[in-house]
């Protein structure tokens, strides 16, 4: 990773500058000083790595969302980066333009949903490290990601904006705050705005590129996109033929895929393609979706041409069909639940939260294959990956929340919230109460110490507060969601004696 790279740069160069390996063997007592300055510096150089580490972490509050890590996620649920599919972003003119006018400091790269913008500003960023780094620039970028509440807020794009280009300029580590950051929205804001903007101008600084993935799933920030219509605008739509070309290059490399795991005739690999290139329309996320449907092991080669040519073309036509199938499954009630819950929750759950939010048997929630079979009899709007549910786009999500315009949107938001979206935030909540109720303890990983250093707190082989990490934390959010509505009987979960009193009294503190 190249975010350990900086570190194991700065002890070869410590590494290097000290006395040459022969010296030591002079006599006794000069190698005895040799060995007692390198351990020391090394130990010095350890401590100063740990010091940094620890400065930076405290930029976030609680579960460090590390940007590479983030990107290196992505690209590897996206099946690869694929060099054909944004090559040819460099000979754009837009691009161009904006890479050599001193002037145009933003582009704003636009396109509609499953374009591909995600995947083109991965190649972009490793092309901007390749070229910019190397001539001693600096690269720090962000996704943002509207599914999950810890990352699609302006405070977390500060937070790894900042956290990278540390990384990159441990010097920049001076402009940080010597306690840590504040937990207020505003306050936070303010002290990391002003954090970057001394970093930026630092007089040392050279050229440095930021790049923020999906700005428009930011909620902050939304708004203030009009400001950047000002500036070089590089429109995905404007550029279709180059759109298309990228596609066909995708089409065919997940098309030899195909062929290969299922084994097609060259009859069969040629219908495939043929299909998919009259019907993408210039959307990755389309023939992702439509392969992914192809690969399934349920799906005979025989039965390959028959299932392609049920999709029909356009993103939110294939949602519909998707939930068609579901409402006509034998599981349909299951999936229901499993996709209404997922798209209220404030971050992607893992199966084990999953299964304390949804009515799922006991014998389904003990049994992680059937999980995952579960969670793909889910048409393909959900993916499982690290054992942690995702939507397969930001799309699928707001097609189920009826924000698409089309009208099968509306109807499929009608399925999945029949009493709407608070009637699952009262779910949520209540499920959460319970879930903690149940499983809360004195002294749950058994320290033994009340005063036992966080730092050092070891997760059992078996963590009991697995099932319940989300409850925990965001019990209170969709309590709140819920009593803000317009039921009637809202609030009886905050008389005195009932739900919320009892959990208080006698749960909480653990």
């Not at 006018?101 to 374009?115: A, F, Q, V």
């Not at 799922?360 to 049994?367: H, K, V």
Request: proline residues 4%.
């Amino acid at each position: 990773m190249k975010r350990s790279r900086s570190f194991y740069n700065s002890g070869s160069g410590f590494s290097n500058a000290n006395t040459g390996p022969g010296d030591q063997y002079n006599n006794n007592a000069a190698g005895t000083q040799y060995n007692y300055n390198y351990y020391g510096s090394l130990k010095q150089l350890q401590d100063k790595v740990h010091e940094n580490y620890l400065c930076l972490a405290k930029l976030w509050p609680t579960d460090p969302r590390d940007p590479q890590v983030e990107k290196e996620r992505i690209e590897l649920a996206k099946g690869g980066l694929l060099a054909d599919a944004y090559r040819w972003v460099f000979d754009n003119p837009d691009f161009k333009r904006w890479r050599q006018l001193r002037e145009s400091h933003l582009l704003w790269i636009k396109g509609d949903p499953g374009k591909g913008k995600t995947m083109l500003l991965c190649g972009i960023i490793d092309e901007l490290e390749r070229r910019v780094i190397a001539d001693g620039g600096n690269l720090a970028y962000f996704f943002c990601q509207a599914t999950d509440s810890r990352i699609n807020n302006a405070i977390a794009v500060l937070r790894g904006l900042i956290y990278l280009l540390a990384h990159q300029q441990p010097r920049l580590l001076s402009y940080l705050p010597e306690n840590t950051y504040p937990s207020d929205d505003a306050m936070a804001w303010i002290v990391l705005s002003k954090v970057l903007y001394e970093m930026l101008e630092d007089p040392n600084l050279k050229v440095t590129y930021l790049v923020i993935n999906t700005l428009d799933e930011c909620v902050q920030i939304e708004e203030q996109l009009a400001i950047v219509a000002q500036q070089s605008r590089l429109n995905l739509e404007l550029n279709a033929e180059s759109v298309a070309t990228a596609v066909n290059a995708y089409i065919r490399y997940k098309v030899l895929h195909l062929s290969r795991q299922k084994q097609y005739n060259s009859t069969i690999q040629t219908v495939v393609h043929n299909y998919l290139s009259s019907n993408a329309n210039g959307t990755f996320l389309w023939v992702a979706l439509v392969c992914q449907v192809l690969a399934d092991p349920s799906v005979r080669r025989w039965e390959t041409l028959t299932k392609l040519r049920a999709f029909p073309p356009g993103l939110d036509s294939l949602y519909a069909r998707m939930i068609e199938q579901i409402i006509q499954s034998d599981y349909a009630d299951l999936c229901r639940q499993i996709l209404a819950v997922s798209s209220i929750v404030r971050r992607p759950i893992n199966v084990q939260e999953l299964t304390t939010l949804v009515e799922i048997s006991d014998d389904i929630s003990d049994d992680p294959q059937s999980l995952k079979e579960l969670i793909g009899l889910c048409g393909s709007f959900l993916t499982l990956r690290d054992q942690t549910v995702y939507f397969v786009h930001q799309s699928a999500k707001d097609f189920l929340l009826g924000k698409a315009a089309h009208q099968a949107s509306r109807n499929a938001f009608n399925w999945v919230f029949p009493l709407g979206t608070q009637d699952v935030d009262r779910i949520i909540f209540s499920k959460s109460l319970n879930t903690t109720s149940t499983v809360l303890r004195r002294d749950i990983y058994s320290l033994e110490a009340p005063g036992f250093p966080i730092n050092e707190v070891r997760k059992p082989p078996s963590d009991p507060l697995a099932t319940v990490q989300y409850s925990c934390f965001y019990w209170v959010t969709h309590l709140s969601k819920f009593i803000s509505g317009t039921n009637r009987n809202r609030d009886t979960f905050l008389h005195d004696g009932e739900a919320v009193y009892g959990f208080l009294a006698k749960k909480y503190l653990y």
